[in-house]
């Protein structure tokens, strides 16, 4: 495949996608080679500066790690030395590396291949160097107690938790940047800005060690390309095909041009992109570094090839497909005992549609061709399609059909909803409607707001806690404060109130813990190639990861299990204090039998209203629950100023934090999985339609949520299998998102296939399935997520 002036259309290869599929569908190993590298610069760079230590080690590994161009590739920089690998991070713990490093081929989920004895052998030496050194040794050095060791029980941890040994990530770095400007032009202001300092004022001289921190690291990635260059021109020297030396010398062009200069074409702009997004991924690898809205930024490079007849749309969207698969490359390792079933991506979303900065529809002829090139890929690459009241329907039908195709995946998100949110925190409202999606659910201004996640929080365990004077029914330990006997309570506010002192506490341990983090990650291991993707950055001469300035900054909890504290709050009001069928004594005697023998009392649960039904008397009491989270985040300010703000947001925690939760009024029984999504109804309970459900969620003031507000709804692919019923489910979506509506996805897949895969799981290996906001193959997750999944609703028609 070739473009250049005189071309008029860039050849397809048939098989080219497929072949490339293939190779990647294959079980991922964990690299060496970063951690190697950064040992090294590491060792050589003691007492320098932290930001210069950063930097100069991001520019070693882009120096000497493995460089390799695939036979078919055309997009290209590896971010690993092999294949389909995720890197090894000691800078921020090494501990659970070293621990697992002899068993990560005989996990039961999540498996990655042996080592060979010779990388242990290194890998070990390596990773003993680390120890007094990483982030998280630093961080629990100064850190306050570990909540009487609560981790995985009233609370988990979460992105921006040194525990989870991963770098902050979840954010959108502003790729358009260096698209307008190319590097040089980002390190010309650099120079600029260097230029004015005066180094007798100890401020400037801090701002002096920040320009030349982020100018190693761009010089870095100006190396890294002209390595691909280099070796692009070496394979087409020796090519045997005609056709592949085009490429691979096109290829080479482009290397030696991007991202050191503005790109001139649509194949060198998603090249470039490439590059930035690898390179930051290098820096500060995690979960959650976006692409934003590739749609829009590359439409300009786009619009210019098709008009010159340098490209057609067919090649556009091959090129697409295979950035897709690209990313399919990438792992991120996490231990063994920590978000089991994500499937190990790293959650890079790309956004389409929407609208743009003046309100007006934004979608345009690379919305769709992204969504052409899903249809020809199907992994797990992650797109979030916004949609808002003026989306073209032909759009939102496509993007439904592809939802269809690969069984959901795609992640739906309202433009009025968001944007309402983003406002409501601070930004403008021209920013806002910019936003994109990163990771599971964070929305974010690409290049604008910095917007890392924060711990997960179990509400349903802080009703238990409530209703039991502050003691974990399955622990039988005081984990709360004591907040009242139930034989005292006489009112329903009496519950409310010791529900609201449990997540008042729970909240202020975790906003310290995490304020620490965050502060030991600005000191410790900030991001000067990132930061000059952001605006004010440069400009102020402040990392990223310190918040930057001119820049919108929050760190969201994700909070799991808003409905089932709704749901046992609408029982406790309706039995004990409205219709007066049982006392609360009776009913705290029941959850401490677990309501073994109680078919009596689970009869008249299961007769109050549940959430996901479109009845205001529970669906009013899980928006009061919701509220007083996001109103309790809200006090208070972290580090460097950033705000705290929530998510209904569960990801697969739901699990996990439900093996710690008691029996709960709503009739879930102890240790059963909590609601899944984040604001997803009961697993079951939504038995009036997938309307009904909508509008339960849409009624709630979900503006409070600017974290994200997670639905999963499951849909059997026979109720949707002709045209007319695909037009009514995109006109269904697009009333969600109109009418306050946040993120909605679709399984659409029956529990009958799903079943089947259970019992025949060779039969099913490319079985895509969303778990909660990333999609996982099926037969590889836990047989616990299985049967979640399985227990959701499934809506057999509209």
Known sequence: MRIDAKSTEMPLSSDRIGRLRDQVRVAP??????????????????????????????????????????????IVGAATSKRVAGPMLPEVQWQWLMEELDTLSEREYERFQPFTNEEKVKAREMLSYWKGRSLFDKWTAIAPPDSKGLNWRTWASGGANPRVGIHLAHCCPGYERVLTKGIKGIKSDIAEASARLDLADPGDFDASLFYQAVDITLDGVI??????????????????????????????????????????????????????????MLEGWGPGIAFGRMDQYLYPFYKKDLEAGRITR??????????????????????????????????????L??????????????SYLFLDAEQRVQLQEDLAVRIHATSPESFVIRACEIAKLVRGKIKFVSDE?????????GKPIQDAREYGVAGCFIRTVPGRSFDPGADFLNLPLMLEL??????????????????????????????????????????????????????????????????????????????????????????????????NVGDSLAAIKSLVFDQKKITLSRLCEALDKNFEGEDELLYLVGQVPKFGNDDDYVDSMVNDVLIHIADEAAKYTGYSGFKYTIAAGAI???????????????????????????????????????????RSVAKLDLARASGGAVLNMRFNPAGLNDESKMRKFAQMLKMFCATGGDLVQFNIVSGETLRDAQRHPEKYRDLLVRVATYSAYFVEIPVEMQNDIIARTEFEEL
């Open 353 to 366: 549609g929407g609208i743009d900065r003046n309100g007006n529809n934004a979608v345009n002829e690379l």
């Open 29 to 74: 190993q964990m690299c060496i080679e970063r951690a190697l590298l950064l040992t090294e610069s590491y060792k050589r760079t003691e007492g320098e500066p932290p930001i210069l230590k950063r930097a100069k080690s991001l520019a070693h590994i882009l120096a000497n790690m493995t460089v390799r161009i695939e036979d078919t590739d055309l």
């Open 223 to 280: 190396v890294f390309a002209e390595r691909y260059a280099s070796l692009a021109r070496e394979k087409a020297a020796t090519e045997s095909s005609s056709e592949r030396r085009a490429e691979l010398e096109t290829v080479a062009a482009n290397c030696a041009r991007v991202p050191a200069d503005p790109p001139s074409g649509f194949w060198e702009a998603l090249q470039a992109v490439w590059f930035l997004y690898v390179a930051v």
């Open 652 to 694: 697969g925690t739901n699990l996990a934090l439900g093996q710690a939760t008691g029996a709960l009024p709503d009739g879930r029984k102890a240790g059963e999985p909590l609601a899944e999504g984040g604001i997803s109804p009961y697993q079951g309970r939504n038995v009036s339609g997938p309307t009904a459900t909508m």
């Open 314 to 351: 067919e090649a556009a969207a091959e090129l697409i497909a295979l950035f897709y698969v690209k990313l399919n490359e990438l792992v991120t390792p996490f231990r063994a005992s920590t978000y089991t079933g994500t499937g190990q991506i790293p959650l890079s979303v790309v956004t």
């Open 417 to 425: 909803t968001i944007t309402q949110q983003l406002v409501k925190d």
């Open 466 to 563: 409530a209703l039991n004077n502050g003691v974990s029914r399955l622990g039988g330990d005081q984990i709360g404060p004591r907040t009242g006997d139930v034989r005292d309570f006489k009112r329903f506010d009496d519950v409310w109130n010791a529900y609201k002192m449990q997540v008042e506490v729970l909240v202020r341990d975790r906003v310290i813990e995490i304020n620490t983090g965050r502060k030991m990650f600005a000191e410790y291991l900030p991001t000067p190639l990132q930061s000059a993707l952001y605006d004010g950055c440069i400009e102020h001469a402040v990392d990223i990861t310190a918040g930057g300035k001119d820049l919108y900054a929050t760190t969201g909890f994700w909070v799991c299990g808003i409905p």
